[in-house]
C-alpha cells in the first residue's frame, strides 16, 4: 500500500504551503494566512469576522491578530456594522483588492501550467478526486483539525 502521508507531504512542500510567504506582491511579503483571507474577503460580501474566521477553520484570537496586520499594511479595511457596533465586517482597499487579484492569477497560471502537463482525461480525474476528497474530509468527525491524540 502508498504512503498516503507521504504523498500529502510532498504536495505540501510542492505548493509552498510550508514557505514563510506564499509570494511577494507590490513590495508585499504575504504570507499563506493572509493570502487565504484576502481571497475569502474577496470573494464574500463584506464579511464578518467571524464569518472569514469560521470559513478558514481559525480560531477568532488569532484570526483577530491576521486582520490586525493586514489593517496596518493597508490592504483590508475593518468597519462596525452599523445595526450592531460589536460585529466588525472586512472589506479590502484598492491595494488589498490589487494584491488579492494578482495572487488569484498567480495561483491559477500556476494551476493552468500544472494541468498542461495532463491530458484532459487526467486533468478531469484529478479534479473530480479532489472534490471526492474534500466532501469526505467534511464528513469526518476530524474536519478541519487534523487529529491529536
Do not use: W
Request: glycine content about 4%; proline content about 3%; some cysteine.
Amino acid at each position: 500500500m502508498e504512503n498516503l502521508r507521504e504523498i500529502f507531504q510532498v504536495m505540501t512542500r510542492r505548493f509552498g504551503f510550508l514557505n514563510k510567504n506564499c509570494c511577494t506582491v507590490g513590495g508585499y511579503d504575504i504570507s499563506l494566512i493572509h493570502s487565504h483571507i484576502l481571497y475569502e474577503i474577496d470573494n464574500q460580501h463584506n464579511p464578518s469576522m467571524q464569518q472569514v474566521a469560521e470559513t478558514l477553520g481559525t480560531d477568532i484570537t488569532t484570526f483577530s491578530r491576521q486582520v490586525q496586520s493586514l489593517v496596518k499594511m493597508n490592504l483590508v479595511k475593518k468597519s462596525p456594522l452599523p445595526e450592531d457596533k460589536r460585529i466588525f465586517v472586512l472589506s479590502l482597499t484598492t491595494e488589498g483588492k490589487f494584491i488579492a487579484t494578482t495572487i488569484d492569477e498567480q495561483m491559477n497560471m500556476y494551476l493552468n501550467e500544472v494541468f498542461a502537463n495532463m491530458n484532459e482525461f487526467e486533468r478531469e480525474t484529478v479534479v473530480r478526486s479532489i472534490k471526492l476528497l474534500n466532501d469526505a474530509m467534511v464528513k469526518t468527525r476530524y474536519c478541519c483539525t487534523p487529529p491529536m491524540r
